[in-house]
């Protein structure tokens, strides 16, 4: 529902983003001035231009809020904002900053006796620890980010968390706990009914059905992810069921369509600085070209996906890429 135009702005910009109306809230911010400069309207708009992709700008709004919110003594504030900037450090690749803002909203979270915060800071722990090929330590914590978010009644933390379920179950090669995890992470999602995280946890269970070779149930996921992650704005879930349609076209050795969906989704990544994204765009992209017989082209991009995968400290991402090359 469209707020009343007699709102504060701030608490305008706070609704936009509660619905997942994430364009709107930035647009809105940008044209209510120094009405929204805040320090919370300000990590607002950085929530905002996070999940739309804009991660430059969400930097600066994150460490401009951050600031405000520490030179007032504001421990709640900067919690949240460094919570945030762990997030866009996460995104970007930043991992040595990443760590450090989430143990530290953690911390404020443990001291503030916020629940909410806890879970939310060691969901993102936890996909750290999952990105460094700790899967045990990142299944540990989420699964008490889980207990967290269901003890509050939390069902977008809850279908985030049961999404980085699945996630680390499909790493391990255990099937059936991915499966059950992503059919969770949906029926929560679906209850919450925002598109730029049904678009999320849709592509999560794409990618299983993807490895399983279920590619028609994994195309018609991806295009409804497709669908939502348009409707949101959301430039990077866009992206994600891009390269993980790009995956599905190789698997039926259409490599024409492969390299179109690789291509989108690695130009979104290089301009948003998503590092990870970036990597795994450059993955699709080779077998893409590897199949059309391009070959020169083909060592580059898997050149690119090594380089960024190790430089993401993701040496399980290196060994699962090399063994599906070796195929």
Do not use: C
Not at 41 to 56: E, I, N, Q, S, V
Request: aromatic share 4%; glycine share 10%; charged share 25%.
């Amino acid at each position: 529902m469209t707020p009343a135009p007699t709102q504060e702005p701030v608490a305008r910009i706070r609704e936009l983003v509660r619905s997942g109306r994430f364009a709107d809230a930035l647009q809105t911010f940008r044209e209510s001035g120094d009405a929204a400069r805040r320090p919370d309207g300000l990590l607002l708009a950085a929530t905002a231009a996070t999940r739309l992709g804009d991660l430059a700008e969400a930097r600066l709004l994150a460490e401009a809020a951050g600031g405000a919110f520490r030179a007032r003594g504001d421990r709640d504030g900067s919690m949240r904002a460094a919570n945030l900037l762990g997030v866009i450090g996460f995104e970007q690749g930043r991992l040595q900053e990443s760590d450090p803002a989430f143990r530290n909203a953690l911390s404020l979270a443990q001291e503030l006796a916020d629940s909410q915060l806890v879970a939310r800071a060691s969901n993102n722990l936890a996909s750290l620890m999952h990105l460094s090929g700790r899967a045990g330590d990142a299944l540990s914590l989420y699964r008490s980010a889980l207990v967290a978010y269901q003890r509050l009644g939390d069902r977008r933390g809850t279908a985030e968390t049961f999404h980085n379920l699945a996630l680390v179950f499909r790493q391990m090669e255990t099937w059936a706990d991915a499966e059950n995890a992503a059919e969770e992470a949906l029926r929560h999602a679906e209850i919450v009914g925002e598109p730029s995280l049904l678009s999320l946890v849709l592509a999560g269970h794409a990618e299983i059905w993807v490895e399983q070779g279920q590619l028609t149930m994994a195309e018609q996921a991806l295009d409804r992810a497709l669908r939502l992650a348009g409707e949101a704005g959301d430039e990077l879930g866009t992206a994600e069921a891009q390269r993980l349609k790009a995956l599905a076209a190789v698997g039926r050795g259409d490599f024409t369509a492969a390299l179109r969906e690789a291509e989108a989704a690695h130009a979104v990544a290089v301009a948003a600085g998503a590092m990870l994204l970036r990597a795994d765009a450059a993955a699709a992209l080779a077998l893409a070209l590897r199949g059309l017989g391009r070959l020169d082209e083909a060592e580059q991009r898997r050149a690119e996906a090594l380089d960024g995968y190790r430089g993401l400290g993701a040496g399980h991402l290196v060994a699962r890429f090399e063994r599906g090359w070796a195929v």
